[in-house]
């Protein structure tokens, strides 16, 4: 792997824990190359010092105290559109690590990962490419033996989110009652929800549908 980084970078560091984001500073403060290294520990600053300096890369968390890391690089990207962004976390979700590169991550390394990789993915997106860390690659395998939603069941989750009744279901979709209880009953079992309300807190949870204002009816 390489132990060098691309020269004259200026870095932002956007971790929760500060003891975490002054580790990662240490660590990367010693290989050449790094014009800057600052670090931040909530979304509202790092926003601030965007607009006040851009950074060339950003090194983000997942949770912060209040913004979740995704929402956070839409925002920078905005006011950063050049910015390269890789993600430092703990979390290992398959909806979390989905979200994660929807919201357009050039990188993205495992908080287990051997500190080598991050070195790695910072090299690797500064030279306009893409990274993936072996643990990442391993959870990958392992999301891909989950049972996702279908397009159909993601269609009649959103619909039984919407408060709608199984027979209004049915007529939207053009087909029978029996058909939309037999995708409920599979939704069901591949989100571990054992009622209505749990089923739809899961499938917001999960990135499959979004959440909506209109009550939701006790039965389907």
């Keep these: 792997m390489q132990d060098t980084i691309n020269n004259n970078i200026n870095l932002l560091i956007i971790e929760d ?12 403060s010693a290989h050449s190359g790094l014009n800057q290294i600052d670090t931040t520990t909530t979304a509202k600053e790092a926003i601030e010092q965007t607009v006040n300096h851009p950074y060339d890369l950003y090194i ?19 006011l950063s559109p050049d910015s390269a962004f890789i993600f430092h976390t703990i979390h290992d979700e398959f909806w979390t ?10 990188a993205i390394v495992m908080k287990s990962d051997d500190p080598a990789e991050l070195i790695t993915a910072i090299n690797t997106v500064l030279d306009g ?16 033996q989950y049972q996702e939603l279908s397009a159909r069941e993601i ?20 087909v029978s ?3 939309i209880e037999f995708h409920r009953k599979r939704i069901m079992r591949k989100l571990g929800a054992s009622n209505m309300a749990q089923l739809v807190k899961e499938g917001i949870a999960r990135g499959y549908i979004k959440a909506k204002p209109t009550a939701l009816k006790t039965k389907v």
């Design 129 to 144: 490419g893409s990274y993936f860390s072996s643990n990442y690659r391993l959870a990958c395998q392992e999301m891909e």
């Design 60 to 78: 983000i968390d997942v949770e912060l105290p209040d913004m979740s890391g995704i929402e956070l690089v839409k925002s920078l990207k905005t």
């Design 177 to 179: 009652d029996n058909t």
């Design 17 to 28: 824990h500060n003891i975490v984001a002054i580790g990662l500073k240490a660590l990367l």
């Design 97 to 106: 690590l989905r979200q994660i590169i929807n919201c357009g991550a050039d």
């Design 155 to 174: 269609e009649v989750l959103q619909l039984i989110a919407d408060g709608h009744m199984t027979r209004d279901i049915a007529e939207r979709l053009f």
